[in-house]
């Protein structure tokens, strides 16, 4: 299966590291560096397995956590002061931190961005609809929430060889057109439906490639109710324009 997707919603290696320990509900400065580098390599080969361009960043952040990874593996090294040994996690704690708090910032102006770009005129109280306020909260899913969703399906597939060569039973083409022809049908549909709805891990990995087109062409939107909780596919209503009127070479070059 040779289809290469760009895609502009990466985060970086960080953006992984933390996902990782609020996922587990790991304390962050006391992270269990065996773990965390054994689920940050899947995750890298995960990426590698779907094609995805894998910035130079995160195996520089591979490579840095293999290198805790054996500190801590060494015994202390014996000191005639009574000073303690630094832990080797602790610039990477110092930078989880820091970036945590930078991301909180971002939101937080983000949110605010957002709030006044609907600040208008109040009208009259009769005016105002019934179900104003009563619509549910979602939260836009991470691309690291929609390959932990990925791995999942996997899992739950009965293990079988994979080669890289295989027949071409599904396109992504093919994919992107069964999608949005769902939700034109419904107004949303779960991730994990649509995985179990597949027949092989090959039609996993293309339905993932497929949703991850439509998400880089802004047709659909993955949302949760919070955090790490399922995931919906949605159509993005600010760019709802018929499917088959767009240029078919719109797809991201294979």
């Not at 990874?69 to 015994?75: E, I, Q, V």
């Not at 306020?133 to 929609?146: H, I, N, P, R, T």
């Not at 919906?232 to 991201?252: D, F, H, Q, S, V």
Request: hydrophobic share 45%.
């Amino acid at each position: 299966m040779s289809y290469k997707i760009k895609l502009d919603l990466f985060e970086g290696p960080l953006d992984l590291l933390l996902y990782l320990v609020k996922k587990d509900h790991l304390n962050i400065y006391d992270i269990p560096i065996a773990q965390v580098t054994e689920q940050y390599l899947r995750y890298l080969e995960l990426m590698r397995l779907l094609d995805l361009n894998i910035a130079g960043e995160f195996l520089v952040m591979a490579a840095a956590l293999m290198e805790i990874k054996s500190k801590m593996l060494l015994p202390a090294e014996e000191s005639t002061e009574d000073q303690p040994q630094e832990d080797p996690r602790s610039e990477l704690v110092k930078r989880l931190l820091e970036y945590e708090n930078f991301k909180k910032v971002a939101e937080e102006l983000k949110k605010r961005e957002a709030e006044q770009s609907q600040v208008f005129t109040r009208p009259k109280q009769e005016s105002l609809p019934e179900n104003i306020g009563k619509q549910e909260v979602y939260f836009e899913a991470s691309l690291f929430d929609l390959i932990n969703a990925f791995s999942k399906a996997m899992e739950e597939v009965p293990r079988e060889v994979f080669y890289e060569v295989i027949k071409d039973e599904f396109t992504v083409e093919e994919k992107v057109h069964e999608i949005l022809h769902l939700l034109l049908v419904r107004q949303s549909v779960y991730l994990s439906e649509l995985f179990s709805l597949t027949k092989n891990k090959v039609e996993i990995v293309v339905n993932f490639l497929a949703i991850l087109e439509l998400i880089r062409m802004k047709e659909i939107v993955a949302m949760q109710k919070g955090l790490f909780q399922e995931i919906e596919i949605l159509r993005n209503k600010e760019n709802i324009i018929p499917y088959e009127r767009r240029n078919k070479t719109g797809l991201a070059e294979g």
